[in-house]
C-alpha cells in the first residue's frame, strides 16, 4: 500500500480549522472529498498541525495510503483538480516510506505571523494579516522576544483549553523584523501549544505599541500564568510556512 506526502497551501478564512469537525468546513474534509474523487476511496489524511480556524498555509504538510500506485505528478494534479473551488492546492506530492507520518516524523515546524502597521483598512490584504493602526517598535520587540528562546513552561502563552500533556516547549528561533510598513514575527520549535505563536504575538504587539516594557515578556512568561498574557493575536495573520522532517 503506497503512501504519499503531499505539501499543501491554503486559504485558512473559510475553514472551521485543519481537523474534520462536524460544526464546520475543514481543509482535512476538502482533502478527503478531493481523494475520494480521484480514488474513489475513503482515506483521512493525517495533518502535521492542526491549524485554527482562519489560519493559512504555505507549506502544512499531510501523508495518507493509498491501495494502488499513482505516479505523485498525478497524485498532485488530480487532487488539484478535485480540490477545486476550495481554496486549497497541492504544491507537491512525494512517494514515502511507511514509516513516515506527517505529524510525528516532524523535526521542526515554522510559522509566520504578520503584522501591517497603517491607519488604511487592508483590501487586498483583508483576512491575510492583523492590521494595527501605529507604529512599533521592532527593537522592542525583538529584546522582549529574545527570553522566550529555548526550553520553557509557557503556560501563560498557551489557550485554557490546550490539550498537550505538558506545557514544556522549546522554542528554537523568535525574530521580529519590519519590512516597509508590514512587521513580522517568525518562530521554528519541534512543535508548539494551541495558540502559543497567536498568544506570543499579542503579546509582542504590546512591547511594540510601548504599553510594555522588554523584560515585562520575561515576567509574563515566568507567571506561568494564562492572564499575564497580552490579548491573542487575531488567526488571519498566522502562517505555517514549513516543516523539517
Not at 20 to 43: C, D, K, W, Y
Not at 51 to 58: E, I, N, S, W
Not at 127 to 136: I, K, S, T, Y
Amino acid at each position: 500500500m503506497p503512501r504519499y506526502k503531499i505539501t499543501i497551501e491554503y486559504d485558512g478564512t473559510p475553514f472551521s480549522g485543519w481537523q474534520m469537525q462536524a460544526n464546520g468546513p475543514s481543509v482535512q474534509a476538502e482533502l478527503a472529498r478531493a481523494i475520494m474523487g480521484f480514488t474513489g476511496e475513503q482515506v483521512i489524511p493525517r495533518g502535521a498541525g492542526r491549524t485554527d480556524a482562519g489560519v493559512h498555509a504555505r507549506g502544512q504538510v499531510a501523508h495518507f495510503d493509498l491501495d494502488r500506485v499513482w505516479p505523485p505528478a498525478t497524485v498532485r494534479d488530480a487532487l488539484n483538480f478535485h480540490l477545486r473551488p476550495a481554496p486549497v492546492v497541492i504544491l507537491a506530492c512525494e512517494e514515502v516510506d511507511e514509516s513516515f507520518d506527517a505529524r510525528f516524523s516532524a523535526k521542526a515546524r515554522h510559522y509566520l505571523y504578520r503584522i501591517v502597521t497603517r491607519r488604511a483598512p487592508l483590501v487586498l490584504d483583508r483576512d491575510r494579516a492583523w492590521l494595527v493602526g501605529v507604529a512599533l517598535d521592532t527593537e522592542a520587540m525583538q529584546k522582549g522576544a529574545g527570553h522566550l528562546l529555548g526550553y520553557h513552561d509557557f503556560t501563560t502563552f498557551r489557550a485554557s483549553q490546550c490539550q498537550a500533556k505538558s506545557p514544556l516547549r522549546t522554542l528554537d528561533t523568535l525574530s521580529v523584523w519590519r519590512d516597509g510598513e508590514d512587521v513580522f514575527i517568525a518562530t521554528s520549535a519541534r512543535s508548539f501549544l494551541h495558540n502559543q505563536v497567536r498568544s506570543i504575538a499579542g503579546s509582542l504587539k504590546l512591547v511594540g505599541e510601548g504599553r510594555w516594557a522588554p523584560d515585562r515578556m520575561l515576567e509574563a512568561l515566568e507567571a506561568r500564568d494564562r492572564t499575564s498574557c497580552g490579548p491573542v493575536a487575531p488567526a488571519c495573520g498566522l502562517y505555517f510556512m514549513a516543516v523539517d522532517y
